[in-house]
């Protein structure tokens, strides 16, 4: 049996920022259980919905070294769909009223987490032969074992693998600060490791210091390797690129399924699509306050409303779009305050072509895949992207720039081979996206039965865990057997 323990910052259900909480709340539950033991490792939030507080049970306390502080650590437990939940308590670091930014600097927050980690291995009488770190605010677990606990023997055959979720965000700070806070010797920030542009970055360290690195789509993989993709650390992307992998992510089959889904209110599959998506579509126009117009356009979004996903594009064509097409628009998500009330503005003028809600809610983003006809992400960069591959399984037709996961999962439309799952464009111009949205429409209103075949190819593509999982299982053998 192989013992794999999955360490991150957040995971559905108990704490979701982004898409990085999908993955690791979902593809644990898709190995093969019988030779392999995932569990999770996250922090104990106190922002964490009561309800999931309430079932976790108290293992055992103990404190950790993090350079001259000593501080307390709770390890709490619970299961979830079989998966094993282990939570780590500090109240003085997980506190606040969101996990990220707030009252404790985050650089700390992490530093200590990861170290509690390593910590907490014995005390679970659980010893990994993989710990399978997610983004930078895990980077320095791989760190912290290379280089603190190198020598003992309990620690010594463990093996790391560091998942990029998204190269933007490194967890990069000052050196003296992180020297001071994590306690590693001096000679270990470095531009060859720790350092980068003068700061000690975190997602650094654990590209430098796991075993194999990986990213969540080949083609971000790719991208990441230029210097238009690597974010200011592409050279060290390459001197990394024969242990580095893109990996596609998949979506939870079980948890989003158009004829099971409960947000819905018609179910419907492949073979018959037409009504269940007419009926959630009228239902959904109702809720959103929409003129209920059956034959009408209708366009969603969920987005965190950030320059990543292509607001700035969005923010070009929208006037003109909203004033010449006939269509209607739903956008739901948070983020930056620029484009909230960019989208606000829009919606004010034009009340009966568009809707915004911001703020997360799980009904409203399934209504969105449920309901709506096309689902629009035209991001600069994403590195696998999820939203798409859930719009694909509910028939709602993906609209996408060319890049990262958008490219690997979405077919541009051929009309004249009549192939393609979705309609994409290459460049990041805001011309040619309202081009593509209004060749799109065309498409609609003008080729029914062609659009139905992009909605009936879409929904037949297989996006589950199973084939993602299967990778990681060969990448973890082979890890394990490089002694
Ligand atoms: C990040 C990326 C997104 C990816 C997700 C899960 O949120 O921006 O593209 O799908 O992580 O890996």
């Not at 990994?128 to 997610?134: A, E, K, N």
């Not at 018609?266 to 239902?283: L, M, T, W």
């Not at 923010?315 to 628009?329: G, H, K, N, P, V």
């Not at 484009?339 to 503005?345: A, D, H, P, V």
């Amino acid at each position: 049996m192989m013992k794999i323990l999955f360490a991150a910052s957040e995971a559905v259900p108990f704490m979701k920022t982004g898409g990085l909480a999908d993955v690791t709340g979902s593809l644990p539950g898709y190995f093969d259980r019988e030779r392999h033991d995932v569990r999770v490792i996250m922090p104990k939030y106190l922002c964490m919905d009561e309800k999931w507080k309430g079932q976790l049970r108290f293992l055992c306390h103990f404190h950790v070294r993090l350079g001259w502080r000593c501080q307390y650590v709770g390890i709490f437990e619970t299961k979830h769909n079989g998966i094993t939940y282990y939570l780590v308590d500090n109240e003085f670091y997980f506190a606040g009223d969101r996990p990220y930014n707030h009252i404790y600097e985050d650089v700390e927050k992490f530093a200590y987490f990861s170290k509690a980690v390593l910590e907490a291995l014995p005390f679970l009488d659980f010893c990994p032969d993989i710990i399978h770190c997610h983004d930078w605010q895990t980077g320095l677990i791989p760190v912290f074992l290379r280089t603190l606990y190198g020598d003992e023997r309990y620690y010594s055959g463990i093996k790391t693998v560091f998942s990029i979720h998204n190269l933007k965000f490194q967890g990069r700070f000052g050196i003296r600060a992180v020297m001071d806070i994590t306690g590693l010797p001096e000679q270990i920030f470095t531009a060859d490791k720790l350092e980068s542009y003068d700061e000690a970055n975190c997602l650094k360290g654990g590209v430098v210091y796991a075993d194999a690195v990986t990213t969540v789509s080949p083609s971000y993989a790719k991208e990441i390797l230029t210097p238009e993709g690597g974010e200011g650390l592409d050279g060290l992307m390459r001197a990394r690129e024969h242990d580095l992998y893109g990996i596609l992510n998949g979506i939870d089959y079980r948890e989003y399924d158009p004829q099971t889904d409960p947000y819905l209110s018609a179910h419907f599959s492949v073979d018959r699509f037409a009504e269940g998506k007419a009926a959630n579509k009228a239902h959904f126009q109702r809720i959103m306050g929409l003129p209920q117009e059956k034959g009408t356009f209708l366009l969603g979004m969920v987005s965190r409303m950030t320059d990543q996903k292509g607001f700035d594009l969005i923010a070009y064509i929208l006037d003109e779009l909203l004033a010449t097409e006939r269509l209607q628009f739903v956008a739901v998500g948070t983020g930056e305050e620029r484009y909230e009330n960019m989208l606000r503005y829009f919606a004010d003028k034009y009340p009966d072509k568009m809707r915004v809600r911001i703020g997360y809610s799980e009904e409203l983003a399934h209504g969105v895949y449920g309901s709506c006809d096309a689902f629009l992400m035209p991001s600069l960069f994403e590195p696998c992207g999820l939203s798409q591959m859930m719009s694909l399984r509910y028939g709602t037709v993906p609209l996408v720039r060319e890049t990262g996961g958008l490219k690997d999962t979405v077919l541009p439309y051929n009309e004249y081979e009549g192939t393609g799952t979705g309609f994409s464009f290459a460049n990041y111009n805001a011309h040619e996206l309202l081009a593509t949205l209004r060749y799109a429409m065309t498409t609609y209103y003008k080729n029914k039965k062609a659009w139905d075949g992009i909605v009936k190819r879409g929904m037949k593509q297989d996006f589950s865990w199973d084939s993602s999982a299967r990778a990681y299982e060969k990448l973890y053998a082979a890890l394990a057997d490089d002694v």
